[in-house]
């Protein structure tokens, strides 16, 4: 009867594993589409501040930043209702969370490096960018996040520590193209 009752609790241990562990591939395989649709955003949102900076010499496209909310949020909206739906659990729960206070944060110290104090702008944002990938990978257990969020944060703080013109926009361009590939190797890992 003890026996019985053990072997019930590691079945319960197992069912529960593998439940997370079949969450945690369906929130994968939905997310490829999110790092795509973000990764092109980043890409053409920051070449396009690139250029017109560079061609204008006026820093003040900067402003179009705010335009990737506003273009991505319904965008992503669109994405979602494509998608199967996202298996609601913690796992989900904290990967809005994270992705929640990364956009809360970017958005907040750019408009205070805007209208308030002037800061390195470009370093916090690519370094929290990175921090927010690399634990998205961390919880999903997925290694092509977490190198592309380490590679992004602590690469990209490290272009925007030596570049010291317009050219650091492109370490987003790079972040865009890294989002980009993460999704497609997403994508290929959870057909």
């Known amino acids: 009867m003890e026996q019985n009752k ?3 609790a590691q079945q319960s241990l197992q069912l529960i594993s593998d439940s997370f562990n079949k969450s945690r591939k ?3 395989r939905n997310s490829a589409n999110y790092f795509v649709l973000w990764g092109i955003l980043l890409t053409a949102i920051s070449l396009a501040i690139y250029l017109l900076w560079h061609l204008t010499d006026k820093p003040q496209w ?3 930043w705010f335009a990737m909310p506003v273009i991505g949020y319904p965008l992503a909206a669109l994405v979602g209702k494509s998608n199967a739906p996202i298996p609601q659990n913690e796992v989900s729960k904290m990967l809005g969370g994270v992705w929640t206070v990364f956009g809360t944060f970017a958005l907040a ?3 205070i490096a805007v209208f308030v104090v002037p800061m390195h702008i470009t370093l916090i944002i690519v370094i929290i960018l990175g921090l927010a990938e690399c634990i998205s990978g961390v919880l999903l257990r997925n290694w092509p996040i977490i190198i592309a969020g380490f ?3 602590v690469g990209g703080a ?3 520590l030596l570049v010291k013109s317009d050219a650091q926009l492109l370490i987003f361009t790079l972040g865009g193209i890294l989002l980009l590939a993460t999704g497609f190797i997403v994508k290929l890992q959870y057909k």
């Open 158 to 160: 490290i272009f925007a």
């Open 26 to 28: 369906d929130i994968l």
């Open 109 to 111: 110290l750019s408009a």
């Open 151 to 153: 590679l992004l944060g």
């Open 62 to 64: 900067n402003f179009l």
């Open 6 to 8: 053990e072997m019930t």
